[in-house]
């Protein structure tokens, strides 16, 4: 069993950066998968980005270009660098981990590990 904790998030205004982390213990080796994923009020979760392997990422349009995903080289950290932040940014931020092969690496349904949450608000 992983154990997720996020942290890092805050308030800034539009075009400011965040740096959300995510500490990883349990089962760190085996991690196929691993993302975050965003949830904003009155709204359903979305994938936001991933890795997988610890080498290929994914993200989804509306990030592209600003945010950025990395882990730790010892798979105890998930990062996420969100770079010209803007106000449709704000939301809920979850880091979710996955030990078996998943196909929709940005769908929150194929996650079975989740954090609490840390919250982003961009105004």
């Known amino acids: 069993q992983v154990q997720l904790v996020e942290s890092g998030g805050g308030s800034v205004q539009p075009g400011g950066s965040l740096r959300l982390s995510c500490t990883v213990s349990?089962?760190?080796?085996?991690?196929?998968?691993m993302g975050w994923f965003r949830q904003a009020p009155g709204k359903e979760r979305e994938g936001v980005a991933a890795i997988r392997n610890g080498l290929d990422t994914s993200y989804a349009d509306s990030v592209k270009g600003r945010f950025t995903i990395s882990q730790g080289n010892d798979g105890n950290a998930l990062y996420l660098q969100m770079n010209g932040l803007k106000s449709e940014d704000t939301g809920m931020y979850y880091c979710?981990?996955?030990?078996?092969?998943?196909?929709?690496?940005?769908?929150?349904?194929?996650?079975?590990?989740w954090g609490q949450g840390t919250q982003v608000t961009v105004s």
């Open positions: 349990g089962s760190t080796y085996n991690n196929y998968c």
């Open positions: 979710a981990a996955e030990s078996e092969p998943i196909g929709w690496v940005l769908g929150p349904l194929e996650y079975d590990n």
